[in-house]
């Protein structure tokens, strides 16, 4: 037993599933204070051996993880995520599970209770809430009478022979940063799509507010940005540059230049002290402190639950099941 002023042991993460997402997960948990990188797992062996041998840790099978980590990530592909988290968390080992949570949200809802059950966290991995540019909003949005929100996820893919679907994908994201934002889940949507899957715009009505999200792979410009129109001021976020913009007070005039008589348009633009940093390693720092004190993560099982309804939904009007959905919040 520790003693007063006796530090704690370090919390013992592992990594089940060291693909592109893991292996960060596994760089990132070797780097935090009071957390050992215990070890990892891959159904290929020598990617795991690959990974373990380049943050200081074993390569070990599944069970091994389950025996000497405290916390996990679990990311592996999506139809294996109800029986991996649901292993973890029957052997007592707290979870951070990629998005989506699980293929179905009756999977999503099974693995939230179990996690109850036996006084686990279960966070999911909707990394985009760790932006600093999303947080620095978060603080902002309780003080704004919000009218819209519009987001834009646009570019190529950096991967061309791994193209999932662009709502499950890539809109999801905004999905999850939206209804957070507006602690509130859409009454009603409509939704188009083109290209095989490849562009998807949606349109979403909440309690007096609209909010409009596209994504996209076949636009030709990396785009990642977030609008906010309010009565008071008009908020940019761009989370590639991790920077806020709010403009206020915008008025036309006409001015006289060298005797030319012209118009401008100006405004006040503020911008808010962003704390920028990598938003995967605010992702862990959350989820450990979470698991240290005990409390709820920032983003819970039933976030991702919320999220994965809204992406069905949305795929479902692209996929053309029907023009409009009624969406019943929770």
């Not at 996990?72 to 599970?97: K, M, W």
């Amino acid at each position: 037993m520790n003693g007063p002023g006796t530090p704690s042991p370090p919390i013992r993460a592992g990594v089940i599933g060291v693909g592109s997402m893991g292996e960060n997960h596994a760089r990132v948990y070797s780097e935090l204070r009071d957390v050992e990188l215990a070890c990892v797992t891959d159904h290929d062996d020598d990617v795991a051996r690959r990974v373990a041998a380049e943050y200081g840790t074993e390569a070990v099978d599944f069970e091994t993880v389950l025996e000497r980590c405290d916390v996990v990530t679990v990311a592996v592909p999506t139809r294996a995520h109800y029986d991996v988290v649901s292993e973890c968390l029957e052997a007592g080992v707290h979870v951070l599970v990629e998005k989506p949570i699980a293929e179905t949200t009756d999977q999503g809802e099974a693995l939230s209770e179990l996690a109850d059950e036996n006084d686990l966290v279960l966070q999911v991995g909707h990394i985009e809430r760790f932006n600093p540019a999303v947080r620095t909003v978060t603080e902002l949005i309780d003080e704004l009478d919000v009218i819209s929100l519009e987001a834009e996820r646009l570019g190529p893919p950096l991967d061309r022979d791994a193209l999932g679907n662009v709502v499950s994908d890539l809109m999801v994201h905004d999905i999850d940063v939206v209804g957070a934002l507006l602690d509130d889940r859409p009454d009603s949507m409509t939704a188009t799509g083109t290209e095989n899957g490849q562009y998807a715009t949606a349109t979403m009505e909440f309690d007096d507010v609209v909010a409009s999200l596209t994504a996209s792979r076949v636009t030709q410009k990396k785009v990642r940005t977030l609008t906010v129109t309010a009565r008071e001021c008009l908020v940019e976020v761009d989370y590639l540059e991790q920077s806020v913009l709010i403009h206020r007070n915008s008025y036309p005039e006409y001015v006289v230049d060298d005797g030319k008589r012209r118009y401008r348009h100006e405004s006040v633009i503020e911008r808010p002290r962003v704390d920028n940093g990598e938003p995967l390693r605010h992702e862990l720092e959350s989820f450990v402190e979470a698991v240290r004190t005990g409390t709820d993560p920032v983003v819970t099982a039933e976030d991702g639950i919320a999220a994965l309804e809204t992406v069905q939904a949305v795929e479902s009007l692209v996929d053309g099941d029907a023009n409009r959905r009624e969406v019943q919040a929770r």
